[in-house]
C-alpha cells in the first residue's frame, strides 16, 4: 500500500508511504482524506488547504476543540476509490472522530463499514442523497443539501426562467457529467422530474479519462440544441466544458452546474464563461474575523499552502465550512459524552446535534457566511436553501436570492432510494443507536 499523508505537525511536509503516528492519548485524531495530485486536483488543493487552515487555526488560537489538539492528517486518495478503502483502512483502528471522503465514489465504498467500524462519515453536500434519511444511515451525514436537492433546485430555476414549471414542457435540458457515481447520482431525480414537467432530458456522459477531450459531447450538443445546460462535473472536466460551450457559441447564461465549480475551474475561459450559472450556499471572500483569524495564525505564520491570490476563493471557503462542520460536530461530542478526548461514537452524535443558527455563525466569526444549518436524528442534510451565481468574466456575483429545494418532490424519491438500498443490500442493519440532545 503506498499512501501518502501530510500532518498539522509536520507543517505541511509530505511523507510519501510512511503512516504517521495517530492521536496521542490527549489529541483528537482528525484524518483528512484529501487529493493535491492528478486530474481533479484543482478543486481538491483549495478544499484541502481550506480544511486544514481552519483546524489548524483553531490548535494555535484555541487550543484545538474545548481545550483538546486535534491531530489532523491528510490521506492522498487522488480521487481514487480503492486508494480510498486502502486510506480508510489505515486509519480505522486509530480512533478517527470521523472521515471526510471527499469523492462520491469513497462515500459509497465506506457506507456499509460505518455502522460496523462506528466511524462516522461526513460527506459534505455529496455522496448518496438518500443518507440524509438518519433512521437509515444513522451512521452517514451529508449537509447542507444533497445532490437532489440541488438539481430540483436548477430544475425550479429553469422553470422560472420559462414561465412556470407547466411551460418546462417540451423544453429540452442537456446533462453533461462525470460518468462516475458522482455524475450518475443526479439521474434518477432527472429523469423522474422529466416525467413529471413534461421537459426532455439529454445525457452527455463524460468519461474520466476523457475530461480534457470533450469535443465529442460539445458536437452532440451543437446537434441536440438543448436549451438549458446542467454540469454536475469535476476537476479538469469543468474548464474544458466551459471552453468547449463557448466554441459552438452555447449560450452561457442558459448553462448551469452544482456547487463544485470553483475560480479554479473559470479563471482559465475568463471572459468566455462569462455568465455561466452554479450554486452555492455560503459566501465568498475572505472579510470575515473566522477567515481573518486563519490569515493571522496560520497563513502569516507560514503554516499553511495557500497561495495568497487563492486564500478566500470558492473551494477554499468550501474546505473552511466543512472543517466548521468538523469542529462544532467535536464540540458538541465532547458536550454530550462530558469528555474532552472524543471518538467516532461521541461524534456521531454531535452531527445528530448540529444548530448552526445565524448567532452561532456570528460567534464563529463567520457572520453572514452561511445560512443556518440543523441536523436531527431523522435528518442528516438540513435540505437548506441555495442561491445562483454567476461569473462575470473574473468573479463570482449572486445573481439570485434564496432558492428552497422542491422537498415536496426531492424527499419521497429519497425515502424510496433509502428502501432501495436496504432491499438491495440484506442484512441492513436496522438503527439501534439512540437519538440525544445537546439542549
Known sequence: MSIKWTSIAAAAALVMGTILPAAA????????????????????????????????????????VGGTKLNVQECETGYNTQKGIECYEAVKGKDPVMINPFSTG?????????SVDKIPILSMAYGLSAAALGDTFPWVFNPPDTY???????????????????????????????????????????QQLAQKYGYTPKLYP???????????????????????MIMWGWG??????????????????????????GDEDLRGPGEAGKGFHNLNWHAVGSNFPGLQDIKKYVIDKGMSQTPADEFGDEFYDRGVYNAVLIAEAIHLGQKLSGKKVVVGTDVRR?????DLSAARWKELGFEAFANPLSTSCADHNGHGDLFVQEWDGSKWVRASGEV????DVVNPLLEAAAKQYVDKNTGWPKRTEACDHTS
Do not use: C
Open 350 to 354: 454531535g452531527l445528530e446535534n448540529l
Open 148 to 190: 437532489w436537492d440541488g438539481l430540483s433546485v436548477l430544475i425550479k430555476q429553469i422553470a422560472a426562467r420559462e414561465g412556470g414549471f407547466d411551460k418546462l414542457k417540451g423544453v429540452t435540458v442537456g446533462y453533461i457529467y462525470l460518468d462516475a457515481p458522482y455524475g450518475k447520482e443526479p439521474i434518477p431525480l432527472l
Open 404 to 407: 428552497s429545494p422542491m422537498s
Open 106 to 114: 469513497i462515500t459509497e465504498a465506506l457506507i456499509p463499514k460505518a
Open 25 to 64: 492519548a490527549d489529541d483528537i485524531f482528525v484524518p483528512l482524506f484529501t487529493y493535491r495530485t492528478g486530474p481533479y486536483s484543482g478543486g481538491g488543493i483549495p478544499i484541502a488547504n481550506g480544511m486544514h487552515d481552519y483546524l489548524n487555526m483553531l490548535n494555535a488560537r484555541d487550543g484545538g
Open 206 to 228: 463524460v468519461p474520466g479519462t476523457e475530461m480534457q477531450n470533450q469535443s465529442s459531447q460539445w458536437l452532440a450538443v451543437r446537434r441536440d440544441r438543448p436549451k438549458y
Open 236 to 261: 479538469a472536466m469543468q474548464p474544458t466544458a466551459v471552453k468547449e460551450a463557448a466554441k459552438i457559441a452555447y449560450p452561457m447564461g442558459n448553462f448551469y452546474a452544482n456547487w463544485w465549480n
